[in-house]
DNA sequence: GAGCGGCTTGAATGATCGTTCAATCAGGCA
DNA sequence: TGCCTGATTGAACGATCATTCAAGCCGCTC
């Protein structure tokens, strides 16, 4: 519910409603709703891999192939819902990452493994990218596409932002991969 | 105070305190606090040349530069406020955006009126850009590029993650260039 | 079966939320 | 001067906010 209306417009009472709880359970478990949200974003955490990362994996064996097949996952996320989910943890970066130093931490933690993950796959395009290139700078520029598309998407109500962005970062791979087989064929 | 700590987390108490006005005028004029917003945004869609646009413009007069002069504008103003504040849309963008139709309205429209202006530089670029370009996904995926930029800076409490992206974006507007000058070199 | 501890209950708390409205004010016009 | 209208005042409203806690429940061991 965090992630779907944010975080200040849901209130606790709904989320007890929600899981048929009593509010001394809850509490009794996390002392406060902002702890409550740092479990979710400690779950998430935990979960990149089998929930996310492992099932683009699965969708394709290129290595380039899967960091669209991510962006497929996310897609379909979107499309399933009406364009009103996109990133569960995007969502939060912006509401919350002023004043609340525990939950930023966390949202950046995840930013970074899952850079971290694409970055693996990058590595092992080998070299169908050019020399030399910053593969961290890369990866983090996926999340930076998918994020802004994302975002883009759910304010035009509309799926046509996000392709279009994943269009664009695809022209921009294919420029990489020509600029990297034209420096193979003339290496000096 | 929506821009900075978005529109649930402010209180209609607080901005009648920090305006010097009373709760009944504030109601004269705007019906709700959701009005309120509206009018923000309105203000934002009215303004968006004059306070904008137009400053990226005078930093540079080449027409590709005036796509990074405005990059550098928003850098300009995250780096004041200490990666607090990014672009005063983009957040209430996935705040506001599922639930209030006549709010996700105007923020589209800011979107599509910023994506105007930069691909009207990108225009005037002319066969500096491959022919056949797509030059409102290219303008689009500018701002994707910014806004996810944006949101991975406030993240991370550091412009590095804003940086790169920028640096990836230009990256990309190279290897267009280059693709432009080697398609007129051999034009058949 | 007495006693203990982890868990659950749910009414109640004070604070704050957005909003209302009768009363008052100030300026322009007749 | 008297009147009208639009703007302003600010106390008060009910709803909802996150949170508390005394009381009770259940399953365990001794």
Not at 19 to 46: I, Q
Request: hydrophobic share 45%; glycine share 10%; proline share 5%.
């Amino acid at each position: 519910m965090f992630y779907e209306q944010g975080y200040h417009a849901t209130g606790v009472a709904t989320i007890l409603r929600e899981a048929g709880v009593n509010s001394g359970t809850m509490y009794h478990f996390f002392p406060s709703k902002e702890a409550l949200l740092v479990g979710v974003l400690a779950w998430y955490r935990d979960n990149l891999w089998p929930e996310v990362l492992t099932p683009a994996e699965h969708q394709a064996a290129d290595p380039i192939g899967r960091v669209f097949a991510l962006m497929a996952l996310y897609r379909l996320g979107m499309e399933m819902t009406g364009c009103t989910m996109g990133c569960p943890i995007g969502n939060l970066a912006l509401e919350l990452s002023d004043n609340h130093p525990a939950v930023r931490e966390l949202i950046d933690l995840n930013f970074r493994n899952w850079i971290a993950g694409v970055r693996g796959w990058l590595e092992s395009a080998g070299d169908r990218l050019p020399p030399g290139t910053d593969l961290d700078a890369l990866a983090g520029f996926v999340l930076t596409a998918m994020e802004g598309g994302i975002m883009r998407s759910r304010a035009a109500g509309d799926l046509a932002p996000f392709d279009e962005s994943v269009a664009q970062l695809r022209a921009y791979f294919d420029l990489l991969e020509q600029a990297a087989s034209a420096a193979k064929g003339s290496p000096r």
